[in-house]
């Protein structure tokens, strides 16, 4: 299960970075960055623990959350100039982040016995609820609700998830196929510009 | 009790679909909607929980609400017109949610020991704090500090609830008085175009 | 220890004070500032409480934070033209509150077998997010991650604490000299207007 472990640490390395360059863009001061950095990788996990009464919350029993987010820190500090010229890399490490965190997400509220469709929501919101406090946090309509299928990502990813472990199939095999799922949907909706827009859906 | 549990689906239903109406307003996309009405139906509730304990939180253990959410959810994607039309009737539901929230939110508060001021506050949590919420995602000062006795209504028919139990009352005799008591305040509140504003108090 | 008792009753009744007054400055009506006033005051402590698992959360288990609430709320009310005289004396007790918060939040958490930096992070929690649910509410970018070093002086304070902790030092000391040192910070803070600004930073 290590590779599992490492790549959730990366995701929240990876997210806060985002969220550090977010704060840094809208002018935070230096705490500021670093409180919406670590909202933005711990806050959806959070969310989470508390919706299912899983206490302490998982980023405060494990030392590792916080030195990968402190890291994390200081690398958007001084090399965002170098980290904008990787937005390529940056997009891609990050939907492996909302992945990842979805699937984690769903295996953890399996095990507090949740039924199967809210642990489908509890994904969800383990993957995408870190990215909507932060921009609570900087006054912004949440990016979820409006530009991208950030979430529609996720809950297919997520339901791919629960359908390849409904067939027994072997459970890395499931979490690197779902995973999959989350790069190729987020790739194409990019590309071809996607958006389950009602009001300004586009034919063509 | 049958009654009330049907109640309680029925106001977490208008209250999704007040939170999807909104959300559409704000022309977020499909999963967006979805998001604000379930956070606009569930979340005063789940605030609540949170704050004393009850874990899982409610709608996680009861199939239920999903169910109840993605109805009220299609409902307000496909008949939003005809609802517009029907603006007095889902103010009546939406009054008839919030009253009960509010006694429901008081119910289970008791049960769980805490002293009966914070049990009014909680039961005022249960109803407002979804609409809070759905304000904060959308970038709204939330409504019920501006416009309307929305959370005095649910102060006063706690009370009346909580003074009904101590004197003994029939128990759904007491939650109907109660939550007719709401309905009555927000009905004169909104005839008068009454508000508790200190600074532009009229007198006429 | 009832001096601590005393000063967290105290800190509470300033903190609701403050968040009434930014209500009645942004023409909230009296329920929607007494909402306003309740979560500045209580905010911070609950996110402690949910975070680290301490259920029902601190406020709802002594009526005595309620009864406060309540009398700040009506100080705030009836004396505010006053009060906005004595906006020194305010702020020397809005620090002292911050810095007996931070403190008191790190001796809940390291009563949760919490590790000692989030023992840190959950004093500044404590001590700042009932301004942050404050400015949220109220639709402002949160304060704290622009204007002052009130976060900063925090973990300054808090580190302090934790240190003359670690060399035994007798522990009414230890709290004392830790918030001396957050009245301090600030003070020098506002005076030379320091601020930890990466964008604009001044060397003169």
């Known amino acids: 299960m290590s590779w599992i472990y490492f790549l959730d640490l990366f995701g929240t390395g990876v997210f806060a970075i985002s969220g ?19 909202v933005t990788a711990i806050g959806g996990g959070t969310i989470r623990d508390l919706l299912i009464g899983r206490f302490p919350v998982g980023w405060l029993t494990d030392r590792s959350y916080f030195v990968v987010i402190l890291i994390a820190y200081m690398i958007a500090y001084f090399l ?31 095990s ?5 469709e809210n642990c489908l929501i509890l994904g969800v919101v383990s ?23 950030y979430a529609t990502a996720c809950i297919i ?10 067939f027994h199939v072997q459970e890395d095999a499931s979490i690197i196929s779902s995973i999959g799922i989350v790069i190729l949907i987020r790739y194409f909706a990019i590309k071809n510009a996607w958006s389950l ?7 063509g």
């Not at 980290?83 to 399996?110: A, P, Y």
């Open 20 to 38: 550090v360059l977010t704060a840094i863009e809208k002018r935070f001061d230096l705490v500021g960055s670093l409180v919406i950095g670590f």
């Open 80 to 110: 965002r100039t170098y980290i904008v010229k990787f937005r390529k890399s940056m997009f891609l490490f990050d939907t492996v982040g909302i992945g990842l965190f979805t699937i984690l997400g769903i295996r953890i509220s399996m």
């Open 112 to 116: 507090y016995n949740i039924n199967i």
């Open 197 to 203: 827009n009602f009001h300004k859906q586009s034919y």
């Open 127 to 149: 993957a995408c609820f870190g990215g909507v406090i932060r921009d609570v946090l900087t006054n912004e309509v949440p990016l979820i609700f409006r530009k991208e299928i």
């Open 157 to 166: 990813g997520g339901a791919t998830y629960l359908a390849l472990r409904h």
